[in-house]
Protein backbone atom coordinates (compact mmCIF):
# COMPACT_ATOMS: atom_id res chain seq x y z
CA UNK A 1 0.00 0.00 0.00
CA UNK A 2 1.07 3.33 -0.86
CA UNK A 3 1.60 5.75 1.74
CA UNK A 4 1.85 10.16 0.88
CA UNK A 5 4.84 11.18 3.15
CA UNK A 6 5.01 14.04 4.93
CA UNK A 7 7.59 16.18 6.06
CA UNK A 8 7.25 18.67 8.57
CA UNK A 9 9.49 21.36 9.52
CA UNK A 10 10.04 22.75 13.00
CA UNK A 11 10.12 26.38 12.27
CA UNK A 12 9.98 27.30 16.08
CA UNK A 13 11.94 26.64 19.09
CA UNK A 14 11.07 26.21 22.41
CA UNK A 15 13.70 27.64 25.42
CA UNK A 16 13.31 26.28 28.98
CA UNK A 17 9.83 27.11 28.91
CA UNK A 18 10.50 30.44 30.13
CA UNK A 19 10.35 34.23 27.98
CA UNK A 20 13.72 35.02 26.23
CA UNK A 21 14.23 38.29 27.34
CA UNK A 22 17.55 40.49 26.16
CA UNK A 23 20.38 38.48 24.08
CA UNK A 24 21.30 36.47 26.87
CA UNK A 25 21.36 32.61 25.15
CA UNK A 26 18.63 30.46 26.41
CA UNK A 27 20.14 27.93 29.47
CA UNK A 28 20.79 24.66 28.63
CA UNK A 29 20.71 23.19 32.61
CA UNK A 30 17.19 22.13 32.61
CA UNK A 31 16.32 18.53 33.98
CA UNK A 32 15.23 16.23 30.70
CA UNK A 33 11.80 14.71 31.18
CA UNK A 34 9.77 12.11 29.53
CA UNK A 35 6.64 11.77 27.63
CA UNK A 36 4.41 9.90 29.32
CA UNK A 37 3.17 6.57 27.40
CA UNK A 38 0.85 6.62 25.68
CA UNK A 39 -1.91 3.10 24.92
CA UNK A 40 -1.48 1.97 21.71
CA UNK A 41 -4.28 0.99 19.98
CA UNK A 42 -3.44 -2.52 18.72
CA UNK A 43 -6.29 -2.52 16.33
CA UNK A 44 -4.18 -0.81 14.19
CA UNK A 45 -2.00 -2.12 11.66
CA UNK A 46 1.35 -0.13 11.19
CA UNK A 47 0.15 -1.25 7.35
CA UNK A 48 -2.73 0.76 7.23
CA UNK A 49 -2.64 4.13 6.29
CA UNK A 50 -3.94 7.09 7.94
CA UNK A 51 -6.98 8.91 7.29
CA UNK A 52 -6.08 12.78 6.33
CA UNK A 53 -7.18 13.88 9.98
CA UNK A 54 -5.77 11.46 12.14
CA UNK A 55 -2.69 12.13 9.95
CA UNK A 56 -3.06 15.79 10.59
CA UNK A 57 -3.84 14.74 14.59
CA UNK A 58 -0.52 12.76 14.44
CA UNK A 59 1.50 15.72 12.85
CA UNK A 60 0.45 18.33 15.54
CA UNK A 61 0.89 15.33 18.56
CA UNK A 62 4.65 14.56 16.70
CA UNK A 63 5.33 18.32 16.57
CA UNK A 64 4.27 19.50 20.22
CA UNK A 65 6.87 16.61 21.82
CA UNK A 66 9.63 17.40 19.58
CA UNK A 67 9.08 21.30 20.58
CA UNK A 68 8.71 20.97 24.39
CA UNK A 69 11.78 19.04 24.69
CA UNK A 70 13.53 20.62 27.45
CA UNK A 71 16.93 20.52 25.32
CA UNK A 72 15.66 21.94 22.38
CA UNK A 73 17.21 25.28 21.64
CA UNK A 74 17.72 28.23 19.33
CA UNK A 75 21.06 26.11 18.52
CA UNK A 76 19.18 22.49 17.17
CA UNK A 77 17.32 22.29 14.16
CA UNK A 78 14.55 18.63 14.56
CA UNK A 79 12.44 17.77 11.30
CA UNK A 80 10.14 14.82 10.97
CA UNK A 81 8.53 12.93 8.08
CA UNK A 82 5.65 11.03 8.04
CA UNK A 83 4.93 7.61 6.03
CA UNK A 84 2.19 6.08 7.20
CA UNK A 85 2.71 5.36 10.91
CA UNK A 86 6.39 5.55 10.47
CA UNK A 87 8.46 9.05 12.01
CA UNK A 88 11.72 9.87 10.42
CA UNK A 89 13.50 12.30 12.49
CA UNK A 90 16.48 14.49 11.38
CA UNK A 91 18.43 17.66 11.79
CA UNK A 92 21.08 18.45 14.36
CA UNK A 93 21.60 19.29 17.76
CA UNK A 94 24.26 20.16 19.92
CA UNK A 95 23.10 17.60 22.67
CA UNK A 96 23.56 13.66 22.46
CA UNK A 97 20.46 13.69 25.32
CA UNK A 98 18.32 15.92 22.44
CA UNK A 99 18.53 13.04 20.26
CA UNK A 100 17.22 10.34 22.28
CA UNK A 101 14.74 12.65 24.08
CA UNK A 102 13.26 13.06 20.98
CA UNK A 103 12.76 9.77 20.09
CA UNK A 104 11.73 8.50 22.98
CA UNK A 105 9.20 11.01 22.69
CA UNK A 106 7.99 10.25 19.78
CA UNK A 107 7.71 6.62 19.76
CA UNK A 108 5.43 6.85 22.79
CA UNK A 109 2.64 8.60 20.94
CA UNK A 110 -0.23 6.96 19.86
CA UNK A 111 -0.65 6.06 16.08
CA UNK A 112 3.50 5.61 15.99
CA UNK A 113 4.33 2.44 15.21
CA UNK A 114 8.24 3.03 14.04
CA UNK A 115 10.65 5.44 14.81
CA UNK A 116 13.67 5.91 12.60
CA UNK A 117 15.95 8.28 14.60
CA UNK A 118 18.72 9.99 11.60
CA UNK A 119 19.01 13.36 13.46
CA UNK A 120 22.54 14.43 13.59
CA UNK A 121 24.60 15.21 16.71
CA UNK A 122 27.04 18.04 16.21
CA UNK A 123 30.62 17.78 17.02
CA UNK A 124 31.94 19.11 20.24
CA UNK A 125 33.56 22.44 19.05
CA UNK A 126 34.81 25.37 21.53
CA UNK A 127 35.38 26.92 17.97
CA UNK A 128 31.66 26.04 17.07
CA UNK A 129 30.46 27.10 20.39
CA UNK A 130 31.93 30.94 20.23
CA UNK A 131 30.80 31.33 17.15
CA UNK A 132 27.14 29.81 17.92
CA UNK A 133 26.86 32.24 20.83
CA UNK A 134 28.45 35.42 18.89
CA UNK A 135 25.50 34.70 15.57
CA UNK A 136 22.89 34.85 18.56
CA UNK A 137 24.18 37.87 19.88
CA UNK A 138 24.38 39.59 16.18
CA UNK A 139 21.00 38.67 15.77
CA UNK A 140 19.14 38.91 18.26
CA UNK A 141 20.30 42.28 20.21
CA UNK A 142 20.14 44.34 16.44
CA UNK A 143 17.45 46.94 16.67
CA UNK A 144 15.06 45.81 13.60
CA UNK A 145 15.57 41.83 14.73
CA UNK A 146 15.00 42.33 18.28
CA UNK A 147 11.63 41.80 18.43
CA UNK A 148 12.16 37.70 17.90
CA UNK A 149 14.39 37.70 20.88
CA UNK A 150 11.41 38.86 22.78
CA UNK A 151 9.09 36.06 21.59
CA UNK A 152 8.31 33.20 24.23
CA UNK A 153 9.03 30.93 21.44
CA UNK A 154 12.33 32.36 19.20
CA UNK A 155 12.06 31.25 15.75
CA UNK A 156 15.36 31.82 14.28
CA UNK A 157 17.16 28.75 14.48
CA UNK A 158 21.25 29.18 14.46
CA UNK A 159 23.07 25.43 13.47
CA UNK A 160 27.34 25.69 13.23
CA UNK A 161 29.16 22.86 12.44
CA UNK A 162 32.83 23.05 11.32
CA UNK A 163 32.91 26.83 11.74
CA UNK A 164 29.72 26.92 8.56
CA UNK A 165 26.61 28.36 9.71
CA UNK A 166 23.39 27.39 8.96
CA UNK A 167 20.05 29.68 9.55
CA UNK A 168 16.87 28.34 9.70
CA UNK A 169 13.31 28.78 11.00
CA UNK A 170 10.80 31.43 10.02
CA UNK A 171 11.15 35.62 10.41
CA UNK A 172 7.70 37.93 8.87
CA UNK A 173 9.80 39.88 5.89
CA UNK A 174 11.97 39.28 3.23
CA UNK A 175 13.70 42.00 4.79
CA UNK A 176 14.37 40.37 8.31
CA UNK A 177 15.69 37.05 6.72
CA UNK A 178 18.63 39.21 4.60
CA UNK A 179 19.43 41.48 8.04
CA UNK A 180 19.89 37.99 10.14
CA UNK A 181 21.64 36.07 7.05
CA UNK A 182 23.94 39.59 7.07
CA UNK A 183 24.65 39.74 11.02
CA UNK A 184 25.99 36.29 10.89
CA UNK A 185 28.09 37.07 8.18
CA UNK A 186 29.72 39.70 10.21
CA UNK A 187 31.17 37.17 12.84
CA UNK A 188 34.81 36.52 12.09
CA UNK A 189 36.25 33.58 11.80
CA UNK A 190 33.52 31.92 9.82
CA UNK A 191 33.55 29.78 6.34
CA UNK A 192 30.26 31.25 5.35
CA UNK A 193 26.67 31.14 6.18
CA UNK A 194 23.68 29.42 4.54
CA UNK A 195 20.84 31.17 5.14
CA UNK A 196 17.60 28.76 5.54
CA UNK A 197 15.09 31.05 7.03
CA UNK A 198 11.52 30.89 5.43
CA UNK A 199 9.37 34.00 5.29
CA UNK A 200 5.81 33.49 6.72
CA UNK A 201 3.21 35.60 8.12
CA UNK A 202 0.27 33.56 8.55
CA UNK A 203 1.37 30.37 10.66
CA UNK A 204 2.22 32.67 13.47
CA UNK A 205 -0.57 32.88 15.64
CA UNK A 206 -0.75 34.93 18.82
CA UNK A 207 0.98 32.65 21.22
CA UNK A 208 3.98 32.69 19.62
CA UNK A 209 4.02 36.87 20.38
CA UNK A 210 3.53 36.84 24.07
CA UNK A 211 6.32 38.31 25.96
Given at each position: ????????????????????????????????????????????????????????????????????????????????????RTVTLSGQVVQPVTKSDAENSV?????????????????????????????????????????????????????????????????????????????????????????????????????????
Amino acid sequence: MRYASVVVLLSTVVLASATLSGATPPPQNATPTQAPTAPQDQSLSANESLSPESQDKLIREIRHELIMLPYYNVFDNLEFSLNGRTVTLSGQVVQPVTKSDAENSVKHIEGVEKVVNNIEVLPPSNGDERIRRQVYNAIYSYGPLFKYGNMSVPPIHIIVKGGRITLTGVVDSEGDKNLAGMRANQVPQTFGVTNNLRVVTSDRSSKDKKK
